[in-house]
């Protein structure tokens, strides 16, 4: 069965300084994966993806994330924070079969200090 | 394009009342879901629909219905209402393309309240 481990329930980094958010996988078959942000009260919205292309992949607001198959890991970086980065981040895997559900991990809260 | 529109925002309902959430997609997506997200959780599925008239249970499906009669719109039914629902429930939707590429595309959400 597919499932998605985020390391880390809370980050906090200073503004201008690298952002890591840690996601481990399990997938019995070659998955997509996803990174979707959530900021307060909104919505998700996709962040970046991978499917099997480019294991690194770039995502809009300056995030990347690289795909490790050896470590099944899809960490989420980005070089320097800014305050509006704060919000919470969830890393998804592709479920079974071909009805595009996704798996959600619990989630990262990312704390931007002035 | 509005995207994935879901009504209402907010609901307070009472221990066994019944309602339905709304949501509407006008991007011509073939597959759409419902999850739900409780505090300090990732979303869980609860249903989703491959196409007009066809539904299946996601995760968690227990005290929920839905029905896909329009490829536009995808209501979930909570009958007798219980605290455990208290959640906030998102809609979304995906469209064709070879599997698993699908990105979804979410609604705003809807929170609700049981007491």
């Known amino acids: 069965a597919q499932s998605v481990t985020q390391l880390d329930s809370h980050v906090s980094v200073s503004e201008g300084t690298p952002v890591l958010l840690r996601c481990n996988y399990s997938?019995?078959?070659?998955?997509?994966l996803f990174w979707y942000v959530q900021h307060p009260n909104k919505g998700l919205q996709l962040l970046l993806k991978?499917?099997?292309?480019?294991?690194l992949v770039k995502g809009i607001n300056g995030f990347e994330a690289e795909f490790k198959k050896s470590e099944t890991s899809f960490h989420l970086t980005k070089p320097s924070a800014h305050m509006s980065d704060a919000a919470e981040y969830f890393c998804?895997?592709?479920?079974?079969?071909?009805?595009?559900?996704?798996?959600f991990g619990q989630g990262t809260t990312l704390q931007v200090k002035p | 394009n509005a995207g994935v529109t879901q009504t209402p925002k907010f609901r307070i309902l009472k221990i066994g009342q019944s309602m339905t959430l709304q949501c509407t997609q006008d991007?011509?997506?073939?597959?759409m879901y419902w999850y739900r997200q409780d505090p300090g959780m990732g979303l869980k599925l609860i249903y989703y629909?491959?196409?007009?008239?066809?539904?299946d249970k996601g995760e968690v499906p227990n005290g929920y219905n839905v029905s896909r009669s329009t490829t536009e719109d995808f209501p979930l039914r909570l009958e007798l209402a219980a605290p455990s629902q208290t959640s906030v429930y998102f809609c979304?939707?995906?469209?064709?393309?070879?599997?698993?590429?699908?990105?979804?595309?979410f609604g705003p959400g809807t929170r609700l309240t049981v007491t």
């Open positions: 979304a939707s995906s469209g064709l393309g070879a599997p698993p590429l699908y990105e979804q595309y």
């Open positions: 997938s019995s078959y070659s998955p997509s």
């Open positions: 991978y499917t099997s292309a480019a294991t």
């Open positions: 998804v895997v592709t479920g079974s079969g071909n009805t595009g559900k996704l798996i």
């Open positions: 991007m011509n997506h073939n597959y």
């Open positions: 629909s491959v196409g007009a008239g066809i539904t």
